[in-house]
């Protein structure tokens, strides 16, 4: 593909703000440029799943000193800088797995219990006398009656 050069000034907070973008998804100015040229060519074309999604929040400066930290602490150890954006995405998708097998299991445990309910819910009604465990009922009631005082008289007389 045959290329050619565009040369333009803007205003210097927006050239900061691409230069950090350009950091963060390891990208070049080329291709930053690039894609936003074509994006604003194909404004209607793009169908809208195909475009990322932004997903934006505030932490505090000690939690954001934390991961600062641990960004610089991985490229020593790993010699692969690591964008606070594949940190935060990579996070993110691990949790959801972690969630997706805790809900599973969840699923599994519920569906095991089910079966075994259905399963020894009817042979244990069957097996059951309603009037017998009523009875059993009355007899343990009336030997936790404590005597009173008229039958203790009563037993030394």
Do not use: W
């Amino acid at each position: 593909m045959e290329t050619k050069g565009l040369t333009c000034k803007i205003p210097l907070d927006l050239h900061n703000q691409i230069s950090e973008e350009i950091r963060e998804t390891e990208s070049n100015m080329s291709k930053f440029i690039e894609m936003v040229i074509r994006e604003h060519y194909q404004k209607g074309e793009v169908n809208m799943t195909e475009k990322g999604k932004t997903l934006a929040f505030q932490v505090s400066g000690e939690l954001f000193q934390r991961i600062k930290e641990y960004l610089v602490l991985y490229e020593k150890t790993y010699h692969r800088r690591l964008t606070q954006k594949e940190f935060v995405i990579s996070l993110i998708e691990q949790a959801l797995e972690e969630a997706e097998e805790e809900f599973e299991a969840a699923r599994a445990a519920a569906h095991e219990s089910q079966q075994e309910q259905a399963e020894s819910g009817p042979e244990a009604a069957e097996c059951r006398d309603p009037d017998a465990d009523a009875s059993d009922e009355d007899n343990a009631q009336d030997s936790e009656v404590p005597p009173t005082e008229d039958d203790a008289e009563r037993d030394l007389a």
